[in-house]
């Protein structure tokens, strides 16, 4: 009985090879090997797709954001902060945070009052023009380092160095390539005088470049290639959240639209947490590169920041500590949505084109 039962499944999975679903006959097709489909579920998808769904899931998740984008900045430069930092905070820690959540939400009643509805949008255009780049780069170049070194050096098998190399590789590429932009963007958002000193992107591209050179336009690039450090961590921890939703999902068998759905909102949501512990751990870059692009002059006429240590220095000596984490809430209050939108809407446009 044991001996036709196992003639019988050799039977079957020899004759499995040779069915179809169309109306073509069997024999006119060859076998097909059980392990094909699986190979074809694993076939990474294009690089240039990762460059498409990365610009589309930044502009996203830049224009849904943009208000808080103005106020992180402002409460970043050494101007505005003590306009909007009169009040002193309390020491213990849930107090000041709800201290910094009614401070974040007063500066945007007043920029809409007093400047309007647009100045909500400050320096919009200039971001869009730096994030649908900088982030379509930043994808398409973790994507490509890490298939890259994976293949190469660790027989298609992901690791956690890998994700390393290939964060830092993609966090300096796309500061390098778009600091310029970053910093137009940085002078719009800091001209409180309506449009009176910059009439338009291009008209601050001008200006700084005439007044400045054109080796300002990498003012605080030292402090980007630091914050590429955030970014890195963030690739990091997103990718070992989702290797651990992944195998949970994997695990589940016969899975309805919900579980699809849940487990691309999970994954959104992993993106959003790696998000938010790398930007408490290395937040005070964000201050510094504010205050390099924003290049304020002493009363000699000299620049006050000149480099990055020296401004670390010099904030912490003048301000404190605290000024280091000055624009934090409205930067969490960002950057973790906007990294869930952008990180969602990425996914999403990478199974399109695929």
Same mark, same amino acid.
């Given at each position: 009985?044991?001996?036709?039962?196992?003639?019988? @499944?050799?039977?079957?999975?020899?004759?499995?090879?040779?069915?179809?679903?169309?109306?073509?006959?069997?024999?006119?097709?060859?076998?097909?090997?059980?392990?094909?489909?699986?190979?074809?579920?694993?076939?990474?998808?294009?690089?240039?797709?990762?460059?498409?769904?990365?610009?589309?899931?930044?502009?996203?998740?830049?224009?849904?954001?943009?208000?808080?984008?103005?106020?992180?900045?402002?409460?970043?430069?050494?101007?505005?902060?003590?306009?909007?930092?009169?009040?002193?905070?309390?020491?213990?820690?849930?107090?000041?945070?709800?201290?910094?959540?009614?401070?974040?939400?007063?500066?945007?009643?007043?920029?809409?009052?007093? @400047?309007?509805?647009?100045?909500?949008?400050?320096?919009?255009?200039?971001?869009?023009?730096?994030?649908?780049?900088?982030?379509?780069?930043?994808?398409?170049?973790?994507?490509?380092?890490?298939?890259?070194?994976?293949?190469?050096?660790?027989?298609?098998?992901?690791?956690?160095?890998?994700?390393?190399?290939?964060?830092?590789?993609?966090?300096?590429?796309?500061?390098?390539?778009?600091?310029?932009?970053?910093?137009?963007?940085?002078?719009?958002?800091?001209?409180?005088?309506?449009?009176?000193?910059?009439?338009?992107?291009?008209?601050?591209?001008?200006?700084?470049?005439?007044?400045?050179?054109?080796?300002?336009?990498?003012?605080?690039?030292?402090?980007?290639?630091?914050?590429?450090?955030?970014?890195?961590?963030?690739?990091?921890?997103?990718?070992?959240?989702?290797?651990?939703?992944?195998?949970?999902?994997?695990?589940?068998?016969?899975?309805?639209?919900?579980?699809?759905?849940?487990?691309?909102?999970?994954?959104?949501?992993?993106?959003?947490?790696?998000?938010?512990?790398?930007?408490?751990?290395?937040?005070?870059?964000?201050?510094?590169?504010?205050?390099?692009?924003?290049?304020?002059? @002493?009363?000699?006429?000299?620049?006050?920041?000149?480099?990055?240590?020296?401004?670390?220095?010099?904030?912490?000596?003048?301000?404190?500590?605290?000024?280091?984490?000055?624009?934090?809430?409205?930067?969490?209050?960002?950057?973790?949505?906007?990294?869930?939108?952008?990180?969602?809407?990425?996914?999403?446009?990478?199974?399109?084109?695929?």
């Amino acid at each position: 009985m044991d001996k036709r039962l196992e003639v019988l @499944e050799e039977d079957a999975e020899e004759s499995y090879r040779y069915l179809v679903s169309d109306e073509k006959s069997s024999t006119l097709r060859g076998p097909e090997k059980l392990t094909d489909r699986k190979e074809v579920n694993d076939k990474q998808p294009a690089k240039w797709v990762h460059f498409i769904a990365g610009g589309i899931g930044g502009m996203t998740g830049a224009i849904l954001t943009s208000p808080l984008d103005v106020v992180k900045t402002r409460l970043q430069s050494d101007v505005y902060n003590k306009m909007y930092n009169q009040t002193p905070k309390s020491s213990n820690p849930i107090i000041k945070s709800l201290q910094h959540f009614k401070e974040t939400g007063s500066v945007l009643r007043g920029l809409y009052t007093n @400047e309007g509805f647009r100045a909500l949008f400050k320096g919009l255009g200039p971001n869009l023009v730096g994030v649908i780049p900088a982030r379509s780069i930043n994808f398409f170049t973790y994507s490509s380092t890490k298939e890259i070194i994976s293949s190469n050096f660790n027989n298609n098998q992901e690791a956690t160095w890998i994700h390393l190399l290939s964060g830092i590789s993609a966090g300096f590429v796309t500061s390098t390539a778009t600091n310029p932009i970053w910093l137009i963007k940085t002078r719009l958002q800091l001209d409180k005088s309506k449009g009176k000193n910059y009439k338009s992107s291009w008209d601050c591209l001008k200006y700084v470049v005439k007044t400045e050179g054109v080796g300002s336009l990498y003012k605080g690039l030292t402090a980007s290639y630091l914050g590429g450090v955030e970014s890195t961590l963030q690739w990091v921890l997103y990718e070992q959240m989702k290797t651990f939703i992944n195998n949970r999902a994997i695990s589940k068998e016969n899975k309805t639209t919900k579980d699809h759905i849940l487990e691309w909102s999970a994954r959104s949501g992993a993106a959003g947490a790696a998000k938010f512990i790398a930007s408490l751990i290395t937040y005070p870059h964000e201050v510094v590169r504010t205050r390099l692009r924003q290049a304020p002059l @002493e009363s000699t006429g000299k620049p006050k920041y000149t480099g990055l240590i020296q401004t670390f220095r010099l904030v912490f000596k003048e301000e404190g500590m605290a000024s280091m984490y000055g624009g934090l809430t409205p930067h969490l209050l960002r950057t973790v949505p906007n990294s869930i939108i952008m990180f969602g809407t990425w996914e999403i446009v990478v199974r399109l084109l695929s």
